[in-house]
């Protein structure tokens, strides 16, 4: 009688099938640029790629809140090691302010808190409104931010009934244009730095159109980020899109050709660099891609002082 060599306890040979039907394809790594729909969170999102893509490594970068749709870097794979090294430092969006109600959140999912008639607000006072708020600008982020008071989160501690006001921060505003008005709805584009908050942008404005010496007041009714730093809704799928289709967006090589400066290196450099050895500096300042002869991402390096070039990030290291 001849054994049943799938039986429990038995080694199968190499190449049968009951052996092949164990083996695990590898993940992919890389990048998934996501049209984030309104409604979801940033996490929710993250739980669907993992089930689309069949892989726990998944993570995203820059967050946007549940009403707001557009532009979600996702990493996947090795690619979750690029998130935190990414440059996110500039975003664009697309947005839509209502004159005439301030909320509790800034925009329309809070507590209306105050009305006005912003009727009688014109055109010229919403353009100058506009112009005060754009460069270099001082702004208090919405109390419903992220941002941590003693520990904790300011939403969470507006939810919990505190009042809380945050002291004011440097953000530079680099465009702030009107695109149309329709009544009391405000269709406007903004580019800016990373921790400019658009709501504060819709309350401050609201809050210097003054009628009979008051602020109207103004909130957000719609937010589209169409831009994080080199990433934009034409790398951008949604996630319906991506079901049909479970493919990243930018391979891992691709991704880091994108999103940083390249070095390509020679043999040894490429040996070195994958064993986690420094590399001679090539006068290059912040972070950078350094690729193997044949195109690879080998790791995210950066040099300091005028040293060498030193890994923050291997990305095919020796024996991968």
Known sequence: MTADPSAPGRRCPAGTGAESARVTPAPPSGLVVVDKPGGLTSHDVVGRLRRILRTRKVGH???LDPMATG????GIGRGTKLLGHL??????????I????ATTTDDAE???VSTADASTVTDEAVAAGIAALTGDIAQVPSSVSAIKVDGQRAYKRVRAGEEVVLAARPVTVSAFTLLARRGDDLDVLVECTSGTY??????????GLLVDGRGVGGHLTALRRTRVGPFDLGHARTLEQLEADPTL???LDDAVSVAFPRRDLDEDATTDIRHGRPLPADGRAGTYGVFSPEGRALALVREADGGPARPLVVLAPAGD
């Open 110 to 112: 809070g507590e209306v």
């Open 198 to 207: 658009v709501r504060a942008l819709a309350r401050d404005l609201g809050a």
């Open 249 to 251: 967006s930018l391979p």
């Open 71 to 74: 532009v979600l870097v996702c």
């Open 87 to 96: 440059a996110l430092d500039t975003k664009a969006y697309t947005a839509t």
């Open 98 to 101: 209502r004159l005439g109600a």
């Open 61 to 63: 970068a820059g967050t």
